[in-house]
């Protein structure tokens, strides 16, 4: 009996570390790159640290990088643009702009810089619509497309000195 008792305590520890996030490190996020292509694994890191990855084996510089939320990203890009990548990390920013890298200077990117432009903020409270007035009050709409002639123009409340025959619209 007490040989089922810790065999029932070590599968709910294994479970526990199983399902207990892991504390972001190096090893965590993974950044290769050749020819405008990269390779990146990221694994509950924050973006800032992504990014300074990027920069670090890329030789980009990212210009407000500190002004991202930390948020941890998990994700996997293989052998995906560099111009995608950036799109799909940069998702959370406003916008960015990306500074290709002169022909032949050094760095695995090619990109030289990234501007990240200011990060979304809540959207503002909007003031309450107006209330409509009830229906039947205030302007009438114009009727669009109501019988011209015969009984029908009677029945709208369209007025009959208005209505135009066949003979007259020929």
């Known amino acids: ?18 399902l207990t996030p892991a504390a972001a490190s190096a090893d965590e996020i993974q ?8 390779s990146l694994t990221a ?3 924050p973006l800032t640290d992504v990014l300074a990855e990027w920069a670090r084996v890329g030789a980009t510089e990212f210009i407000d990088a500190d002004k991202l939320a930390a948020a941890p990203v998990t994700l996997e890009l293989i052998d995906v643009a560099e111009s995608d990548a950036l799109r799909i990390l940069l998702c959370p920013v406003t916008g ?19 501007k990240i432009l200011a990060t979304r ?44 025959t066949p003979e007259e619209a020929a």
């Open 1 to 18: 009996m007490i040989h089922v008792g810790i065999r029932s305590a070590w599968v709910a520890l294994m479970v526990a570390v199983a």
């Open 31 to 38: 950044v290769t790159m050749e020819a405008s292509r990269v």
């Open 43 to 45: 694994t509950n890191a």
């Open 96 to 114: 960015y702009l990306a500074a290709r890298r002169a022909a032949g200077a050094p760095g695995a990117s090619v990109y030289d810089r990234v």
């Open 121 to 164: 903020r809540a959207p503002r409270s909007r003031p309450a619509p107006r209330s409509q007035p009830p229906f039947g009050t205030g302007i009438p709409s114009p009727r669009f497309g109501a019988p011209t002639s015969g009984r029908d123009a009677g029945q709208t409340g369209a007025d009959p000195s208005l209505a135009i």
